[in-house]
């Protein structure tokens, strides 16, 4: 039986980064593969970066109760499918999730055996720092994003763990000391 991780941190915090180095570094370790409703982008492909679905689809897993976790971003569904955590699960393989702090806390409601892991920044005022050097986003956006950076923190206490990305290299040493 293979093991579950969660893995959530706030917007700018490296969390992508930090996942990438370690899912390269352990190929025995697996990105679950979530559910879209947003159309496909140059280069993706169905069942390897997403399951797309169409609105009727996913709203039809919804009222189904298939999903362990989704949410509406931007007007578009994402979601992560039970049947297919669980058939990875059961298959041996270790399971990463990358999804927000509500939907990881849902995770861990419906699986108690999930391994929580929250990224940490190592301050606010940094993660501010690293959002505003992306010069992609308004400051309104900006504003909105650090709002919500509060509340993703408030639930990092319901976390197994946190980890701070002071460095990437840090950040995975301390992912692997979990995952071990």
């Not at 593969?33 to 496909?40: A, E, H, P, Q, V």
Request: aromatic share 10%.
């Amino acid at each position: 039986m293979g093991k579950l991780f969660v893995i959530s941190g706030s917007s700018g915090v490296g969390k992508g980064t930090v996942i990438n180095e370690f899912l390269r570094k352990h190929p025995e370790f697996r990105l679950s593969i979530s559910c879209t409703t947003r159309g496909k982008r140059e280069g993706e492909e169905h069942g390897v970066n997403y399951f797309f679905l169409s609105k009727e689809e996913f709203k039809n897993c919804i009222d189904n109760n298939e999903f362990l976790e989704w949410a509406e971003f931007s007007g578009n569904y994402y979601g992560t499918k039970k049947e297919f955590v669980e058939r990875c699960l059961a298959n041996g393989e270790n399971l990463i999730l990358e999804i927000d702090t509500k939907g990881a806390l849902n995770v861990k409601k419906l699986m108690p055996e999930a391994n929580l892991i929250f990224i940490a920044p190592p301050s606010i005022e940094e993660l501010e720092a690293r959002l505003r050097g992306r010069h992609t986003e308004t400051e309104e956006a900006i504003q909105k994003r650090l709002a919500s950076i509060k509340l993703e923190i408030e639930n990092s206490k319901y976390y197994d763990y946190v980890v701070v990305n002071d460095t990437v290299e840090n950040a995975v040493r301390k992912i692997e000391e979990i995952t071990g």
